[in-house]
């Protein structure tokens, strides 16, 4: 097996073949979205709303990550795996996200790190891919920044916001950056920063035009019921069929339906 690397993203983009990623967080998940043929696996700190039940992305720390991650590297043999740094692992000083980004490839072994944000974070991507770590962007729709978005709406619609958006996307690129997530942005806005970049932009609600499409895995197999946004398609309906399975199992036992002969020894 042929592994992805950064450089296989860079080339993806180069000839014009569209990038995949997926999240998953756990062994088994990551096993299956492995051989399911996903160039990229992100262990996403969107852990925190599908694995843990929080409200948003804030809550989840740098061991939980480091956690998730090291059960996602053991199920993947040929995508990249990349892992979130959570909020207020990278944000204040570049030494603190220095060490931060180490202990994530060096206890999570994870293969690249993900960071929200462009030119505030400067200096800590910068210091970051100094020391060799692959770095992803994440620009548009940053769940980290929630408090001060205050809505999961779409970014960028107004002209100010989506020129910030065209310089930190170059920035990024500037800094070294292998590739970058745009999150929840117009269409057109991604079609113009994925054309005036080198590197691979990876869009979730962002159109086709990005490089490549990214999706949580719990909400594209449809195990979230009540989350629909615009953006999301559903492979499966993972939710029905799995209360379905759970509600025949609790039948069949009450009814000593289960286990029958051949299930017993
Ligand atoms: O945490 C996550 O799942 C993400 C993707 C939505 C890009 O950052
Ligand atoms: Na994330």
Redesign the pocket.
């Known amino acids: 097996i042929k592994k992805i690397t950064t450089e296989t993203l860079r080339k993806m983009k180069f000839d014009k073949e569209k990038i995949t ?1 997926l ?1 998953a967080y756990d062994f088994t998940t990551a096993k299956m979205v492995d051989a399911g043929g996903t160039d990229a696996i ?1 262990v ?4 925190a709303n599908v694995m843990a039940g929080f409200e948003t ?1 804030l809550p989840i720390t740098l061991d939980q990550m480091i956690y998730h991650t090291q059960c996602v590297v053991r199920g993947v043999n040929r995508a990249l795996v990349v892992a ?1 740094l959570p909020f207020g692992t990278y944000q204040s000083n570049s030494e603190k996200a220095l060490d931060s980004a180490v202990r994530m490839m060096k206890e999570g072994g994870a293969h690249a790190v ?1 960071i ?1 944000g462009g030119a505030e974070i400067e200096d800590s991507i910068r210091k970051i891919v100094n020391a060799g770590i692959p770095v992803m962007g ?1 620009l548009g729709l940053t ?1 980290q920044s929630i408090y001060q978005f205050g809505t999961y709406k779409v970014r960028a619609k107004e002209d100010a916001e989506a020129e910030k958006l065209i310089k930190d996307a170059k920035l990024l690129e500037e800094l070294g950056c292998f590739a970058l ?1 745009l ?1 929840k942005i117009p269409a057109d806005l991604a079609k113009k920063v994925t054309e005036s970049i080198s590197i691979p932009t ?1 869009g ?1 609600g962002a159109g086709a035009d990005c490089d490549g499409q ?3 895995y719990h909400d594209m197999v449809g195990m979230n019921k009540d989350f629909t946004p615009k953006f999301l398609r559903r492979y499966l309906d993972l939710y029905t069929e799995i209360t379905g399975a759970v509600a025949q199992y609790v039948k069949d036992v009450k009814e000593v339906n289960f286990p029958n002969d051949k299930e017993s020894y």
């Not at 996403?44 to 852990?47: I, N, Q």
């Open positions: 990623m999240t992100l996403g700190d969107s852990a992305t979130d993900k929200e994440h769940p997530v999150e990876i979730i990214v999706l949580v």
